[in-house]
């Protein structure tokens, strides 16, 4: 059974899905950014699809509503390194300095509707963008290992998440989100997310656990 056969994964939803061009040509305008969005980068925008309103569904709602008005998130883009999209094998370990081209990037502009604090974006909205980054990077990296007797790649399950917060974050303002895959132990993937400003201030940083569902008992 070749791709296309398959039922749609992570990666076939998020590509092929149409992206938020107004995001991208905002985005492209702030320098620190441009590289990211030009012809010549390692990266492909993505539908982030938790942003996506589906009828009849409740899934997401926090995301697409909630975190999806003038005020709160006005503009976000998401970008996935192509090397995942073209889905090359996930390596066991990068251990070491962080990546230079981290996985999964996501660009986001805050308003003052997730403040906490006067003018301060509250902490538990920075530690749902970092989780949600986090999510997205290992539901593109799981399509990259091999799948079960079903053909389907194993799910991945948040089992813990850390986060450090390193200096306010004021809002109205527009910063850069991105996480990598660390190392895998067997079942476990452990992966990497930042918070960064413009200037390349880093905001917050998160360490999280996922285990990878067993495999299937073949009958």
């Known amino acids: 059974m070749d791709r296309q056969d398959k039922q749609p994964n992570f990666i076939d939803l998020a590509t092929k899905a149409p992206v938020d061009k107004e995001s991208i040509q905002f985005f492209s305008n702030q320098p620190r950014m441009r590289p990211y969005l030009s ?99 290992v539901e593109g990296l799981r399509c990259c290992v091999g799948s079960d007797q079903q053909g389907e790649p194993p799910r991945l399950y948040t089992a813990k998440l850390n986060i450090s917060f390193r200096a306010p974050v004021y809002s109205p303002g527009v910063f850069m989100v991105t996480a990598w895959l660390k190392e895998r132990q067997g079942r476990k993937w452990f992966l990497d997310s930042r918070m960064t400003g413009d200037n390349g201030q880093v905001y917050a940083e998160a360490k999280g656990l996922w285990i990878s569902e067993k495999p299937r008992a073949v009958i």
Do not use: W
């Open 39 to 137: 012809e010549s980068s390692p990266y492909q925008p993505i539908d982030f699809l938790s942003r996506r309103v589906e009828h009849n569904d409740t899934s997401n709602t926090f995301f697409n509503q909630a975190m999806n008005s003038p005020t709160t998130i006005p503009r976000l883009t998401a970008l996935l390194h192509k090397d995942i999209v073209s889905m090359k094998p996930v390596p066991e370990s990068r251990k070491g300095e962080d990546p230079v081209e981290p996985d999964i990037v996501i660009f986001v502009e805050i308003g003052s509707g997730l403040n906490g604090f006067r003018d301060t974006v509250h902490g538990g909205a920075i530690s749902s963008l970092l989780d949600e980054t986090l999510s997205y990077c």
